[in-house]
T-cell receptor
Framework: KAGVTQTPRYLIKTRGQQVTLSCSPI?????VSWYQQTPGQGLQFLFE???????NKGNFPGRFSGRQFSNSRSEMNVSTLELGDSALYLC?????????????FGEGSRLTVL | AQSVTQLGSHVSVSEGALVLLRCNYS??????LFWYVQYPNQGLQLLLK??????LVKGINGFEAEFKKSETSFHLTKPSAHMSDAAEYFC????????????FGSGTRLLVRP
């Protein structure tokens, strides 16, 4: 069974640009979550989607957005990039987080903003 | 609000020695608890999870954790460290509520000395 797939794995952008990251969940999983990981802030929750609906959003500015498609694949977008957006962005999927809470993570997309 | 505290950002042990990574949670209701491991440049991998079935939980790679409600703790142990155990370990709690997210501790980096 294929795991969570994130693309691209690495990318470099400059300040002011925008970026789109993609996540394909494990087949059958309908809940997709995104986390930002930085050395200073650790793992921070960005948002969670279930059946194309955003059910919760973390404390991030409006520049961070996401969506989920009917096949459960998800994308997140960061506009007007800032240096502080450099991070590892992790996507995770699960059948329904309220049932077990267990998340299955992808390998992440490492974003560097110059 | 629920939180997770991991004592010690870095733990160093000799190969073959006992590994003990500490985790305390704050919750009035026993939650679901997890330990994840992250190897360099990779995502998070589930080591083990507590879901109220048994207080002593065995995970992969010889790790286990004991849920102690009276101490609100969920410490991770391994009897004998191996060089391949060097990684960052995260304790997490699932509130199992409408927040639809896991709450992570700040992580503990395990160093294994030869």
């Amino acid at each position: 069974k294929a795991g969570v797939t994130q693309t691209p794995r690495y990318l470099i952008k400059t300040r002011g640009q925008q970026v789109t990251l993609s996540c394909s969940p494990i087949s059958g999983h309908r809940s997709v979550s995104w986390y930002q990981q930085t050395p200073g802030q650790g793992l921070q929750f960005l948002f969670e989607y279930f059946s194309e609906t955003q059910r919760n959003k973390g404390n991030f500015p409006g520049r961070f957005s996401g969506r989920q498609f009917s096949n459960s694949r998800s994308e997140m977008n960061v506009s007007t990039l800032e240096l502080g957006d450099s991070a590892l962005y992790l996507c995770a999927s699960t059948l329904e987080i309220r049932n077990t809470g267990e998340l299955f993570f992808g390998e992440g997309s490492r974003l560097t903003v110059l | 609000a629920q939180s997770v505290t991991q004592l010690g950002s870095h733990v160093s042990v000799s190969e073959g020695a006992l590994v003990l990574l500490r985790c305390n949670y704050s919750s009035s209701v026993p939650p679901y608890l997890f330990w994840y491991v992250q190897y360099p440049n990779q995502g998070l991998q589930l080591l083990l999870k507590y879901t109220s079935a048994a207080t002593l939980v065995k995970g992969i790679n010889g790790f286990e954790a004991e849920f102690k409600k009276s101490e609100t703790s969920f410490h991770l142990t391994k009897p004998s460290a191996h060089m391949s155990d060097a990684a960052e370990y995260f304790c997490a709690v699932s509130p199992m509520d409408s927040s639809y997210k896991l709450i992570f501790g700040s992580g503990t980096r395990l160093l294994v000395r030869p």
